[in-house]
């Protein structure tokens, strides 16, 4: 017998002994909500088959638990493959956005080379605030 056992059954034994000197209208509450905790819970407590393996046991209704554990994996592998949609979608309009950099950048009228000058950046910035002091 387990330890929870033992605890159990001193417990009830005890409770059992006290229930002598309860009134008699508490007692009678007390029957009656066991009662109707007993006929909730045998309501609520499924026909099933139990499996005991050792110490653990599962539950089995024929192949319900079967689409109960598919239907649990649905809603993540639906996120998964969403978010790998998301991803090659992504990396194609980056990739794009790329090549035409690069296009715009080898048809230009400079060389690449300019780009990478740091006085370039300043020759970018004077000429767009002359164009905004024209407009």
Known sequence: MSQQDRLGRELASRLAESVQTLPHDVSERLRVARQVALSKHSRAMPASSVVHNGN???ALQGDFWL?????SFTPLMM????LIALNLLFNDDRASEL???DTAILTDDLPPAAYADPGFAQFLKASLLE???KD
Do not use: E, H, Q, T
């Open 131 to 133: 164009n905004k002091s």
């Open 99 to 101: 090549a035409d950099l």
């Open 56 to 58: 653990a046991s599962l």
């Open 67 to 71: 689409w109960r554990f598919a239907a």
């Open 79 to 82: 996120l998964i493959a969403g």
